[in-house]
């Protein structure tokens, strides 16, 4: 490790011992040698004993900086795994992030924009709107037309913090990998290297933008989502210039309640966006946690969702797209033989794979869940479950499913926490269904030849052209081949021929040989001397030269 990684690390971990966070390993899982080293090297002491251990979490969290806030933000949504006092701790990380200077605001805006922000803007707040863990948000109305926009900076310096955090994390999983051995089924490394990506395209916020922007084209006309407008002149990698919306946090169910939103239809709303954006669309907004959603305040009968932050987005390849609406279909439906099947066949595990046992591990996790009420069902627990007994088969994790893993699971916390008795299946698998008639059967069929039609129609003339020059080509190959098969079996008659010849003189010239020594006249042993002689002649006369075939 470099000297930079080894003093990050020391960091890491006097924060989670200056917050008592060792406390939360039972006494007999903390080793007297591991108690012995806290003292001998850190000195440090619980200075938080007075707070709960779920805040105590949350502020180390917060002090550790953005890489480790974007894993409190995670498990903030997941209430079926943490108590609510847990959860709403971790919460308090979406936009309660101490805010840095506005002076170093304005500086890093102007550094942007070339400009000074009086030259662009009125009415800058210096009071951040929120300040999360990699950015900054103030308020401001645009001078050209007076519309009231949001000014996204990132913090000072932040690149470097998490580059320092990503380069202990990627020496710490290349450690645990050589303890683990080459057969782990873990790789960190491999896991570490993909959350790399994930956070690093996060302080992009030029590419932000450019998600935003395909995001809202997808949902224009859309009664569930609304994406803010991007002013895609004024946003830059460090700098987003956008429309400020007025909308409730997700969050926030009191506000929710009090105007009487309908939170059933919300919740349902919410799963049918992410299976839009997943199979409709192939794009995905892959960090929906709470701090990133908000609510209209618009008709709150029919009310819809409001994204923000599209640092993170998710694509499927079609194969992947297929399969997963398959298992899940097969899910909905009970299908374990299917489910197991669509493994295999889809490469997630080995085709050696007994398919029985692997099918009726599946059923043994999956079936319980049926008969539960729909508010005691989780699908996160349903996930690790699987994942526990698809290591029994050797199930490859697919890298490409993790972020769509994660995102599901924001899906289904916020929809629980909108409205418990969500029924998830109910929502889903009608559009499920609908998606794969699409994509199998005639229709299917006419609208895949419907839309290739103007790249025949292109090629359509260039067709008896392109027919003739391959028979032509076809028919001059197979002539030069009937050549080479011509010269070859010609070449092989010589040799044939040749060979006969030398080896019936030879047999002649031993024959004159032996009559020689035992016969009293000369005359025979010189007559097959003769034409022993005369057929050598003629065999290498007759021997094929070398030549190329």
Same mark, same amino acid.
């Not at 180390?60 to 795994?81: C, F, H, N, W």
């Not at 701790?89 to 922000?117: C, G, H, W, Y």
């Given at each position: *490790?470099?000297?930079?990684?080894?003093?990050?690390?020391?960091?890491?971990?006097? @924060?989670?011992?200056?917050?008592?966070?060792?406390?939360?390993?039972?006494? %007999?899982?903390?080793?007297?040698?591991?108690?012995?080293?806290?003292?001998?090297?850190?000195?440090?002491?619980?200075?938080?004993?007075?707070?709960?251990?779920?805040?105590?979490?949350?502020?180390? *969290?917060?002090?550790?900086?953005?890489?480790?806030?974007?894993?409190?933000?995670?498990?903030? @949504?997941?209430?079926?795994?943490?108590?609510?006092?847990?959860?709403?701790?971790? +919460?308090?990380?979406?936009?309660?992030?101490?805010?840095?200077?506005?002076?170093? +605001?304005?500086?890093?805006?102007? @550094?942007?924009?070339?400009?000074?922000?009086?030259?662009?803007?009125?009415?800058?707040?210096?009071?951040?709107?929120?300040?999360? !863990?990699?950015?900054?948000?103030?308020?401001?109305?645009?001078?050209?037309?007076?519309?009231?926009?949001?000014?996204?900076?990132?913090?000072?310096?932040?690149?470097?913090?998490?580059?320092?955090?990503?380069?202990?994390? !990627?020496?710490?999983?290349?450690?645990?990998?050589?303890?683990?051995?080459?057969?782990?089924?873990?790789?960190?490394?491999?896991?570490?290297?993909?959350?790399?990506?994930?956070?690093?395209?996060?302080?992009?916020?030029?590419?932000?933008?450019?998600?935003?922007?395909?995001?809202?084209?997808?949902?224009?006309?859309?009664?569930?989502?609304?994406?803010?407008?991007?002013?895609?002149?004024?946003?830059?990698?460090?700098?987003?210039?956008?429309? &400020?919306?007025?909308?409730?946090?997700?969050?926030?169910?009191? +506000?929710?309640?009090?105007?009487?939103?309908?939170?059933?239809?919300?919740?349902?709303?919410?799963?049918?966006?992410?299976?839009?954006?997943?199979?409709?669309?192939?794009?995905?907004?892959?960090?929906?946690?709470?701090?990133?959603?908000?609510?209209?305040?618009?008709?709150?009968?029919?009310?819809?969702?409001?994204?923000?932050?599209?640092?993170? *987005?998710? @694509?499927?390849?079609?194969?992947?797209? &297929?399969?997963?609406?398959?298992?899940?279909?097969?899910?909905?439906?009970?299908?374990?033989?299917?489910?197991?099947?669509?493994?295999?066949? !889809?490469?997630?595990? !080995?085709?050696?794979?007994?398919?029985?046992?692997?099918?009726?591990?599946?059923?043994?996790?999956?079936?319980?869940?049926?008969?539960?009420?729909?508010?005691?069902?989780?699908?996160?627990?349903?996930?690790?479950?699987?994942?526990?007994?698809? &290591?029994?088969?050797? *199930? $490859?994790?697919?890298?490409?499913?993790?972020?769509?893993?994660?995102?599901?699971?924001?899906?289904?916390?916020?929809?629980?926490?909108?409205?418990? /008795?969500?029924?998830?299946?109910?929502?889903?698998?009608?559009?499920?269904?609908?998606?794969?008639?699409? /994509?199998?059967?005639?229709?299917?069929?006419?609208?895949?030849?419907?839309?290739?039609?103007?790249?025949?129609?292109?090629?359509?003339?260039?067709?008896?052209?392109?027919?003739?020059?391959?028979?032509?080509?076809?028919?001059?190959?197979?002539?030069?081949?009937?050549?080479?098969?011509?010269?070859?079996?010609?070449?092989?008659?010589?040799? %044939?021929?040749?060979?006969?010849?030398?080896?019936?003189? +030879?047999?002649?010239?031993?024959?004159?040989?032996?009559?020689?020594?035992?016969? $009293?006249?000369?005359?025979?042993?010189?007559?097959?001397?003769?034409?022993?002689?005369?057929?050598?002649?003629?065999?290498?006369?007759?021997?094929?030269?070398?030549?190329?075939?």
């Amino acid at each position: *490790m470099s000297i930079s990684s080894l003093h990050r690390g020391y960091q890491v971990l006097r @924060t989670l011992l200056h917050y008592g966070l060792d406390e939360l390993l039972a006494n %007999h899982k903390r080793p007297k040698l591991f108690i012995l080293l806290r003292w001998c090297f850190f000195w440090i002491r619980n200075q938080h004993q007075d707070k709960s251990t779920a805040e105590r979490l949350k502020l180390a *969290m917060q002090e550790l900086g953005p890489v480790y806030i974007k894993l409190g933000q995670m498990l903030s @949504t997941r209430k079926d795994l943490l108590d609510d006092e847990w959860a709403y701790q971790l +919460a308090m990380l979406q936009d309660r992030v101490p805010p840095f200077d506005a002076n170093l +605001a304005k500086q890093a805006i102007e @550094t942007e924009l070339n400009a000074s922000i009086d030259s662009l803007f009125d009415d800058f707040d210096d009071v951040p709107l929120a300040s999360a !863990s990699i950015a900054q948000v103030h308020s401001a109305t645009l001078k050209s037309n007076g519309k009231a926009v949001v000014l996204k900076v990132l913090r000072p310096n932040v690149e470097a913090l998490i580059l320092a955090d990503l380069q202990l994390m !990627s020496q710490s999983a290349a450690l645990l990998e050589r303890l683990l051995g080459e057969g782990n089924r873990l790789r960190p490394a491999e896991v570490i290297e993909d959350y790399k990506l994930t956070i690093l395209g996060e302080l992009n916020l030029k590419l932000e933008a450019l998600n935003a922007i395909k995001l809202r084209n997808n949902f224009l006309d859309s009664d569930a989502l609304y994406v803010p407008y991007i002013y895609e002149e004024l946003s830059f990698k460090r700098l987003i210039v956008m429309e &400020r919306i007025y909308g409730i946090p997700v969050s926030d169910l009191n +506000a929710l309640k009090a105007q009487d939103t309908n939170l059933k239809l919300l919740a349902e709303r919410g799963v049918e966006l992410f299976f839009t954006q997943v199979f409709r669309d192939n794009f995905f907004h892959a960090d929906m946690h709470p701090g990133n959603i908000f609510i209209s305040r618009d008709h709150p009968d029919n009310p819809y969702y409001i994204g923000l932050d599209c640092g993170i *987005m998710g @694509t499927l390849t079609d194969v992947d797209k &297929r399969y997963l609406a398959e298992n899940f279909l097969a899910f909905f439906n009970r299908d374990y033989h299917r489910i197991a099947q669509l493994h295999l066949e !889809s490469g997630w595990v !080995s085709e050696h794979t007994d398919i029985l046992a692997f099918e009726q591990a599946i059923k043994i996790v999956c079936e319980p869940m049926f008969n539960k009420p729909l508010d005691e069902i989780s699908f996160g627990h349903v996930l690790l479950a699987l994942f526990k007994t698809a &290591r029994q088969f050797n *199930m $490859v994790v697919q890298p490409q499913l993790v972020l769509l893993q994660k995102t599901l699971l924001y899906i289904e916390g916020l929809g629980r926490q909108l409205y418990p /008795q969500l029924d998830l299946w109910q929502t889903a698998k009608p559009f499920l269904e609908q998606w794969m008639a699409k /994509q199998v059967g005639p229709k299917a069929l006419f609208d895949k030849v419907k839309s290739n039609a103007p790249f025949w129609a292109e090629k359509l003339p260039e067709l008896p052209e392109l027919v003739y020059d391959n028979l032509k080509m076809g028919r001059k190959l197979l002539g030069t081949q009937q050549q080479m098969l011509d010269k070859y079996l010609k070449y092989q008659h010589k040799a %044939h021929k040749s060979n006969y010849l030398l080896i019936t003189s +030879a047999v002649l010239v031993i024959c004159a040989a032996i009559l020689f020594n035992q016969a $009293v006249t000369l005359w025979p042993s010189l007559l097959c001397l003769g034409v022993g002689a005369g057929l050598w002649l003629l065999g290498w006369q007759v021997r094929p030269k070398n030549q190329k075939l």
